[in-house]
């Protein structure tokens, strides 16, 4: 397992909450007191939410929390929970005029809550997914303390390696690490739920994905593809690896784009095919600024893209497996 988290980077905490009734859940990243973020959406099938106020020429400077969930669209509903607790906190854009002196009003205050969502429907019952309780409860858990990694959270119903269909998939899940160079810390928190095989970039091994017919050695998807096997037939948006990079330097809105954009580079080292039409791959990047450093866009992107590699592998690393359906992990099959 490579080491660090997304927490590393101070005023930062996550949150997990997984169900207790089928393999799903949500994962919320907490800033409240406002952090600059950024988005690049890859997928052909993403759902998302409050994406287009990440846009630089968007008014809107900061955001308060980023959440990603399973449950497909369904899961945005997680969202609603996670601006009540911030609103609960005190946290959000603060509109209208203030309460008058003396007043025991407190002044209603928005939060900005851009989210994602993953595939995760056709692990157990799809009428149970993340709902506004689930993204409150997520908030509830919140630490700074290094996050939970693998079948938790946003990674508790994710699955690799699905082209070839369900039954040769296995395990995904959520992993987070992070690197530090000089006064800057970059770290990512990525939930893998991907079509493609999850590919170490040091040894081009394949650790999780597409199943050969024994159910237990890798197939390895690409190299069937150059074969000539056909894939299954997909639904489209089944799958999508969804993410946030992090770093303490001081980044405009504009550079926490472009940092999203670089950090993409890591998904494609680790996980092949990715950015398919049957995913909807998509990275946010929050810059905190709490090093003061302004940092340097092309060495934090550098940063960002390794980093986003190690949680991908840490998340399947971390994961267990599924007795019912049949989506063993890596750990179980020593692959890991």
Same mark, same amino acid.
């Given at each position: 397992m490579y080491p660090g988290a997304i927490t590393d980077i101070a005023g930062l905490a996550v949150g997990h909450w997984t169900s207790p009734q089928r393999p799903t859940g949500c994962t919320v990243l907490l800033c409240p007191q406002g952090a600059v973020a950024g988005v690049d959406v890859r997928g052909a099938a993403p759902g998302t939410r409050e994406t287009d106020l990440l846009h630089p020429l968007a008014t809107l400077e900061t955001v308060h929390a980023l959440l990603l969930t399973g449950g497909s669209a369904f899961g945005l509903d997680a969202a609603t929970g996670v601006m009540r607790w911030l609103e609960e906190h005190g946290h959000g854009v603060q509109v209208g005029p203030k309460p008058r002196e003396g007043s025991s009003d407190?002044? *209603?205050? #928005? %939060? *900005? #809550?851009p989210a994602a969502v993953l595939f995760d429907l056709w692990v157990g019952d799809a009428r149970i997914r993340p709902?506004?309780?689930?993204?409150?409860? /997520?908030c509830v858990a919140a630490s700074t303390a290094h996050p939970a990694q693998g079948s938790v959270g946003a990674g508790a119903g994710a699955t690799v390696g699905k082209l070839f269909g369900i039954h040769s998939a296995m395990k995904g899940g959520i992993g987070t690490a992070s690197i530090k160079v000089g006064a800057i810390t970059v770290a990512a928190l990525i939930a893998v739920n991907a079509i493609?095989?999850?590919?170490?970039?040091?040894s081009g091994r394949v650790i999780a994905?597409?199943? &050969? %017919?024994?159910?237990?050695? %890798?197939l390895d998807t690409l190299a069937a593809l150059c074969d000539g096997q056909l894939p299954a037939h997909l639904m489209d948006g089944m799958a999508t690896t969804i993410g946030i990079v992090a770093t303490d330097a001081r980044l405009t809105k504009a550079q926490a784009n472009k940092l999203a954009s670089m950090a993409h580079d890591g998904l494609a080292r680790s996980i092949n095919p990715v950015h398919t039409a049957t995913d909807g791959d998509a990275l946010f990047a929050v810059a905190t600024g709490g090093s &003061?450093?302004? $940092?340097?866009?092309? #060495?934090? $992107? /550098? @940063?960002?893209?390794e980093v986003t590699a190690r949680?991908? @592998?840490n998340a399947v690393r971390a994961a267990h497996g599924l007795a019912e359906p049949d @989506? %063993?992990? /890596?750990?179980?099959?020593?692959?890991?």
């Open positions: 407190r002044p *209603i205050r #928005v %939060p *900005i #809550v709902d506004a309780a689930a993204g409150h409860a /997520a493609g095989d999850v590919v170490d970039p040091a994905g597409a199943r &050969g %017919p024994d159910g237990r050695t %890798p &003061g450093k302004p $940092g340097h866009l092309s #060495v934090l $992107g /550098a @940063l960002a893209a949680a991908v @592998l @989506l %063993p992990s /890596a750990r179980e099959l020593g692959l890991a």
